[in-house]
């Protein structure tokens, strides 16, 4: 029953994404030859497919062997990366576009179907996104000059690989691939928050972190080796005493079904990073799984709120038949100029308190028509009134019903309605749903209860909270319940789904009924 936490709420996707993946990787090369041997080292930009094909990490059955994959659905935050390794579109042009690019392939698109290598802000001959203050709109500008209005960006995989190539092949390399050569200046981005900008020199040999070697193939086309790390591996060291490793999250919002942040003194890390890996053990020490992720979809830095690893189930991660995604992780970040860093985490079931709770139909239908969750991650919010953001209170949407005549309000019908106290004519208004069955998580349950005896609650928050009630039995769930969340809201109706027989059930629909636009009677 644990992985019911974890459910997911499907929407409509874009289907931008589908023409968005079919993205080429850029012809270019710098400097002169740096080899070693039969081999040349160098830095190359490709594919996520590329990259992550030969690593032995997930890919479902739904992609039919094809690593670029896309799909039709969209995620809990209405995202489209859904799909396996095929380019990424959750990124804007005033969110992750940026900070995309310092160690991505990130290409925008214009509203003509143009597309530019997009370089980022603070570059010498750049192309970036600006917003556009008369317009609203955004624009694409390449050495400062407007190009085109800003469509659409997509993030291709990762931008400084180490490769080692083979010497006779490396001129064909070169054409197919974008590729920075030992010797060559590196510089990115620019010091925002806690990230710092990349500047720095490439340095690649065969003792160099997660190198890949190059092997081409028959029809000339070349793919890439499993990653591999010497014994006395070259690059930087995480200072494991300077970072901390946060709590996991499920469901954090974003989509993810499982998260962890790194904070602490994670800037220049952060900036590095490319990709990571999520090794799988449940309750063993032996991996179920192994997980690649794909930047944006998955993993993520911030400036100000550390480095941010999640997965998404989709093409590119199930959980292994049997499981529910609690237990041990291993999780290694990749960056450049880095060393492998690895970390363990122990990923226990959230306990939960479970009971019952008066409803308003506003906060009812909140969660059940789709609407984000939980956005505060996990901090305790009485202000907040997302419903009423939304407009649920709206006169005229989800506010109390004003029909029910004076005998029908007394009738409560059958105790299933949240009614307010009896008017001065003994009659009063139907508010919501009554005895709704609720979870809360245990440590949301502790600070709610500590808060109600200092009288502190408050808001819509404390206001649902207060018409909450413990179930005696707290070993047994509810076939069906709502999760509260900390910042007032709460979540679509979370079941097991039963068969229900309808053998003997026969449903009519009215048309321009007496009592509404539709009737439909059972």
């Not at 594919?47 to 094909?53: G, H, R």
């Not at 400084?160 to 691939?177: H, R």
């Not at 413990?470 to 999760?483: C, M, V």
């Amino acid at each position: 029953m644990r992985e019911i936490h974890w459910k997911k709420l499907i929407g409509a996707a874009s289907a931008a994404v589908l023409a968005a993946t079919q993205v080429a990787p850029t012809i270019s090369a710098f400097a002169e030859e740096a080899s070693t041997g039969d081999y040349v080292y160098c830095y190359a930009t490709m594919t996520w497919a590329e990259y992550w094909k030969n690593e032995g990490v997930y890919l479902d059955s739904a992609a039919n062997g094809n690593w670029e994959a896309s799909s039709a659905e969209s995620d809990a935050h209405n995202e489209t990366d859904m799909g396996a390794f095929d380019a990424v579109t959750r990124a804007t042009s005033n969110h992750g576009l940026h900070r995309g690019s310092y160690q991505c392939a990130v290409k925008v698109f214009d509203t003509d179907g143009n597309s530019y290598d997009y370089t980022g802000k603070g570059q010498g001959e750049s192309v970036d996104v600006v917003k556009n203050k008369e317009t609203g709109t955004a624009d694409i500008t390449v050495d400062g000059t407007v190009v085109g209005t800003y469509d659409h960006s997509v993030i291709s995989g990762p931008k400084y690989v180490p490769v080692a190539v083979p010497a006779a092949d490396y001129e064909d390399f070169k054409k197919a691939y974008t590729v920075y050569e030992n010797g060559t200046e590196l510089t990115g981005g620019y010091s925002e928050g806690n990230l710092v900008n990349i500047d720095e020199t490439v340095k690649v040999d065969a003792n160099t972190s997660g190198i890949k070697t190059a092997e081409k193939q028959e029809d000339g086309t070349f793919q890439f080796s499993k990653r591999e790390t010497a014994a006395t591996a070259d690059g930087k060291v995480v200072d494991t005493s300077a970072v901390e490793i946060g709590e996991v999250q499920h469901d954090s919002g974003y989509g993810d079904f499982i998260r962890v942040d790194i904070n602490g003194d994670y800037g220049d890390l952060g900036a590095h990073m490319y990709a990571v890996r999520w090794d799988y053990y449940g309750d063993g020490d032996t991996v179920l799984a192994t997980y690649g992720t794909k930047f944006a979809a998955d993993n993520w830095m911030h400036k100000a709120m550390g480095i941010q690893l999640g997965l998404t189930k989709s093409d590119r991660c199930q959980l292994p038949e049997g499981t529910d995604g609690y237990g041990r992780w291993d999780v290694t970040i990749y960056a450049t100029g880095y060393q492998d860093f690895t970390f363990t985490v122990d990923n226990e079931p959230e306990k939960y308190v479970y009971g019952t709770m008066n409803i308003p139909y506003a906060d009812y239908y909140y969660g059940e028509l789709g609407n984000s969750t939980d956005t505060t991650d996990g901090e305790i919010s009485y202000d907040a009134d997302l419903a009423g953001d939304a407009g649920m209170r709206e006169d005229g949407t989800y506010d109390a019903v004003t029909s029910a005549t004076a005998s029908k309000w007394k009738t409560k019908f059958a105790d299933t309605t949240y009614v307010s106290e009896p008017d001065e004519n003994g009659g009063g208004k139907i508010l919501g749903v009554s005895g709704v069955e609720v979870a809360i998580e245990q440590s949301l349950y502790d600070q709610l209860t500590a808060d109600a005896k200092d009288g502190s609650t408050s808001g819509v928050l404390g206001s649902l909270f207060s018409t909450f009630t413990p179930n005696e039995d707290q070993e047994t769930i509810p076939a069906a319940y709502k999760q509260l969340f900390a910042d007032g809201t709460l979540s679509a109706t979370i079941t097991a789904e039963p068969e229900v027989d309808l053998t003997n059930v026969t449903p009519t629909l009215k048309t321009d009924s007496k009592y509404g636009d539709y009737q439909l009677n059972m």
